[in-house]
């Protein structure tokens, strides 16, 4: 199948849980960047002025369209990518169409299509910066230009757009800008033998060919995956001809190729370095072209980078990307609390890279990671009014450190409206407003049931699976497959590696215990109708880092479900790194439907609190140890902080 | 007394310890430093290439000063106060003669003051890069130009010069650039109403004004001094004017008075912040001037600042400044150990402030820092071949961590020969070269024994006082007083907070126990001799931190006398953050000659070591508990880490 396949299905999402999440997009997150775009005024920013990202209270990217398209007069505002702030919220509104009909919002879609056809000059080329700016210098500055990001964020939304509401405009938008990009890359004489400073445009040409299925796209992609790295002196040799004068991190010029992942061909690479949205982006695609190509020089690759980020360099949340300098992943087993950066759409690119993975090799831990992000990581990038957004996402934070520690200040404790660099808002308003895409897997005799989120699906064979559950805070599932054809296939569930030796399930109300394959359940369906009840066990997890971290030794995180925890100020008492838990703390978990749009909080009394010592005090003292009392604390879902007062936060306790 | 009074007493330092120190500044560290700042072929020159502090292989600060003085052709080359570095090399020459007299020494340093002589402008005015670069620039960028910084550490330098050797031209220079400075600077009309952007001709001033008693020195030291933060935009206004287009932090423009402590006069201010060193060397010139001319709220603000630094911002090294971003304090509690600063000037700044307070008012705890300083924080500054040097000392190091975590880059586990920005070599060899000064605090009826180095002095009053000792490895000091003419004095010893419970005191024999007044046990003597024998208990402490600072939870230092230990991975297996210790760990002491230059390390059994993960285990597991192995660590003292293989090192270690 290919990975808009289920764009194609008829999904309707019945979970609680996220038909909250997807009226919000719809309600909400949508239209409220549809006034960003367009500078409206009348919306409200609130802005945290040392945001990560940058803050800002406009955008002006409709503006930047409209005047490379004549239609209006003005200087060019904004990042060299600003065009995708556009493109990205095209790509959301496509999917809330698909879920949320809306004739306003298809013709503010439909509207931005005809603009962007307008601002695209007749060879394809479209990057209003350049357009506006500095026509002469296009396809020359290709490590910071973005040009082909922005392209292939375009693609990518014509791609949905044109698969949800069959406009064809917005697809012939994306071929003539792949086309304009096929005229111009390639090892050919006179063609540009390179590469982008940013990936994005590997995924996107992998997807316009799922939809196209014309050949020379997929070749474009899979030509910009194994070109990259053939050449490590490629952008300091074009930097050099063009006498570039921007530099889009200013002081890291000297980090060299491995910043960009361009210091040696993916097929040398062993692991994840440098910015981490640009690695991940590379890796979906990666994936993505490999599977098409059917090339396991380049699966292996992929497998390579994939096990490297998930066993070495990955936050218990699912966030990536541990140092803000350059927003990068640093190196294996370096995972600070404190300083992290774990940028939203790292944690979205996350959720792409896994879909790719498991589009090619059914196997739990795919769907493990995308359940990771979709209950914290990621999700967390977003206020629970669908208008703030979190563009670094920490494990640990404290307003004091980040107003008061340099080397903290990229920890915002409160989330923006927007940003300068405003790629995280409608990248996790993408991933929400598509959740249905990563119900299910499918092959010609397989379907998989990889998130737990409940829904009521019809496939194109006629079968119907309608999932019902509680999930996150209920660990039953209750399927109903309806299967008019009696058609024979194969029902999998993937059994999270948080449950997996405790879990129960049961088919027609009968017990049964298949053996697992590769952390998936599977079962023969042909009956007209069949039952499949699921049981995960939701007791309390205390969670442990491998010891080759260094920041977790002694402390603990809790997990319940999918759902990983944090202790935040508004509930208990700071400093919160005065909590030890018991060494076995027994959890007491309520719902409460009127806490943070209904959550499930965790509360122990097996905890002890040490006595703050007094400002009089010596900052050291000598042989004295510190004293304690019994206390209690207060946990709640990660994705749910800073939604209430400011104040400290933290998803690693330490344990007595 | 004067802060230069102790210079004039007739010093022999016994000390073990400290004599292999001194003949290492005459030996090796003032002929390297000679060699550095002539820019001399064959010196050997290693550098970390990511010091802070940056690299260099060249000073060229002589050949500066030539070009001003017109002696030879060429740019100007180096930190706008590159000249400090010829200056601090005088200090120390000066010293180093005051205790091993040598011809070429002196020699190099009288043609080093006819150098500086020649260079100096008539109207007394000294700065090569403002002389040669851009002379119409002079004073109108004080928040940038370094030049009241550099008039100052020559006008130190002058006086100790001159104290030592009755160089007179050293001592007319220094004048003559005070003079230069008094006829700019004020709030008279015509004169600027200006503050230097880096404190330290405040402190110079009033070293001046104790040399000649000049009133009109006093005045512009207190004008400095009062007049800080009086208009917050000072800088702001002259840069404006100025049209400034260097900035000596690039990036930093917008952190605002409040980093170079000019946000509010002194007397309103209660934390120290902003850049350490600048931070210290303004509070060592207030509390100079506060005591030379009896201003009480000066004295306070001097007490204020002092309580809040030892109190709240204070690493147990002795070491200050926890952020590489601008060199700088940050906030109270607020002491991350993998990612400070600990400038080594800034830790010998918390000497001289200390050393100033202590000359205010006699109490112990003035002492404790210094000691701190002079067996930890400052003197891990420099290697024992007394060639290399430490910018940054942090109290947790990885070399992994340094090279792969952009945040951590400035800790370096190497110590480099020099840096770009020269500041700490000479400033540490100063110090070493100056520690008799840190001896004894006098006033006229009162010897007060502030530091246990061993010494033989004789004072002007013809008291001679000998102390055997093999301090810090022994905490049995005998001291035998020779008193000739039967002086009436009181003799202070300092009682360490270390051993404040625990010590024992005999005065000819007998044991005494006399109430300690602010730390300090004080002792009539008026026989011609009288032997005293101190002993303080040398047991090993577990040292913690106040719970008010979030890094150190369930963490313990090992502090054994004034010598905190570390962990080194020379002498034990890494990861270091595996090792826990137990809750009550027995240590073992031993004195190893042959290792680092004579230590003495700590070992213990009573430790247990995590298993460390296999690389393929899962980087997170649920409700496993880590599992240990009972152990041995082996410590040595902090100020000797780096000088083996390089390798992890950390200061504070779990406690199971």
Redesign the interface.
């Known amino acids: 199948m290919d990975t808009q396949q289920n764009l194609l299905n008829k999904t309707e999402i019945t979970s609680t849980f996220w038909k909250r999440y997807r009226d919000l997009m719809a309600n909400d997150s949508i239209p409220f960047q549809w006034d960003m775009i367009n500078d409206n005024n009348d919306v409200e920013v609130t802005n945290d002025p040392f945001a990560a990202g940058g803050a800002a209270d406009k955008s002006h990217a409709i503006a930047n369209l409209k005047i490379a398209a004549g239609q209006m007069k003005g200087d060019f505002f904004g990042m060299d990518f600003q065009d995708t702030d556009v493109y990205k919220w095209l790509e959301s509104a496509a999917y809330v169409l698909n879920y949320a009909p809306s004739a306003k919002l298809r013709e503010q879609a439909d509207s931005v299509v005809d603009l962007i056809a307008d601002a695209q000059e007749d060879d394809g080329y479209l990057s209003t910066m350049f357009q506006i700016d500095m026509p002469e210098r296009k396809f020359k500055r290709l490590q910071q230009s973005h040009e082909l990001y922005s392209m292939g964020h375009y693609i990518e939304a014509g791609v949905a757009y044109y698969t949800v509401t069959h406009n064809e405009k917005a697809l012939t938008i994306a071929k003539k800008m792949a086309d304009c990009i096929d005229n111009h890359f390639g090892t050919e004489a006179g063609k540009i033998p390179g590469i982008p400073g940013h990936p994005e445009i590997e995924l996107a040409l992998a997807r316009l060919y799922e939809v196209t299925h014309e050949q020379k796209y997929l070749d474009l992609a899979t030509y910009f995956i194994k070109q990259r790295g053939k050449d490590p002196e490629f952008f300091n040799k074009q930097n050099k001809a063009d006498g570039i004068d921007r530099d889009f991190f200013p002081?890291l010029g000297t980090i060299g190729n491995r910043y960009y992942f361009s210091d040696k061909p993916v097929t040398e690479q062993t692991d994840a370095h440098g910015h981490a949205v640009r690695v991940l982006y590379f890796c979906t695609g990666l994936a993505h072209v490999a599977r098409l190509t059917n090339d396991q020089k380049l699966m292996d690759a992929a497998n390579r980078l994939w096990k490297d980020i998930?066993?070495?360099q990955?936050y218990?949340t699912g966030n990536v990307g541990?140092?803000?300098?350059?927003e990068?992943f640093?190196?294996d087993y370096?995972l600070?609390n404190d300083?992290d950066y774990g940028e939203t759409c790292a944690s979205v690119a996350m959720v792409f890279f896994a879909k790719q993975m498991l589009t090619t090799r059914m196997n739990g831990q795919y769907g493990d990671i995308i359940e990771k992000e979709l209950f914290n990581g990621a999700l967390s990038g977003i206020a629970l009014d669908g208008k703030h957004h979190f563009y670094v996402n920490p494990l640990e934070a404290?307003p004091?450190?980040s107003h008061?520690?340099?080397?903290k200040n990229h920890i915002n404790t409160r989330r923006s409206s927007w940003f300068a660099c405003a790629c995280c808002p409608s990248n996790i308003t993408c991933l929400l407003a598509s959740v249905d895409k990563y119900l299910y897997q499918e092959t010609d005799d397989t379907i998989l049931s990889d998130q737990f989120i409940a829904n009521d699906t019809t496939f194109k064979n006629g079968v119907e699976i309608k999932l019902d559950s509680n999930y996150p805070w209920s660990g039953d599932l209750e399927y109903t497959i309806t299967n008019p054809n009696n058609a024979k296939f194969n029902f999998g569930v993937r059994i999270p590696?948080?449950t997996l030796n405790a879990y129960e399930v049961t088919v027609n109300g009968k017990k049964v215990n298949p053996q697992l394959t590769d952390q998936i359940l599977y079962l023969s369906i042909d009956e007209p109708t069949t039952t499949i009840s699921v049981h995960f066990n939701m007791a309390t997890?205390?969670?442990?880092?491998?010891?080759?971290?260094?920041d977790n030794?002694?402390k603990v995180a809790v997990?319940r479900g999918p759902v990983v925890y944090c202790a935040e100020e508004a509930d208990n008492q700071s400093?919160l790194?005065?909590y030890?838990l018991n060494?076995k703390p027994a959890f007491k978990y309520n719902y409460d439907q009127n806490l943070l749009d209904g959550v499930g909080t965790l509360e122990t009394d097996d905890v002890q609190r040490?006595?703050?010592?007094s400002?009089?005090?010596?900052?050291?003292?000598?042989?004295?140890?510190?004293t304690a009392q019994q206390s209690h604390l207060t946990l709640i879902p990660y994705y749910a902080w800073a939604n209430r007062d400011e104040g400290q936060m933290t998803v690693w306790l330490?344990q007595a």
């Open positions: 002081g998930v066993k070495k990955l218990i541990q140092t803000t300098t350059g990068a640093t190196y370096d600070p300083t404290d004091k450190a008061g520690n340099p080397g590696s948080w997890h205390l969670v442990r880092t491998s010891t080759r971290v260094k030794i002694g997990q400093p790194w005065l030890e060494k040490l006595n703050e010592n400002a009089s005090d010596d900052l050291y003292s000598f042989d004295e140890e510190p330490h």
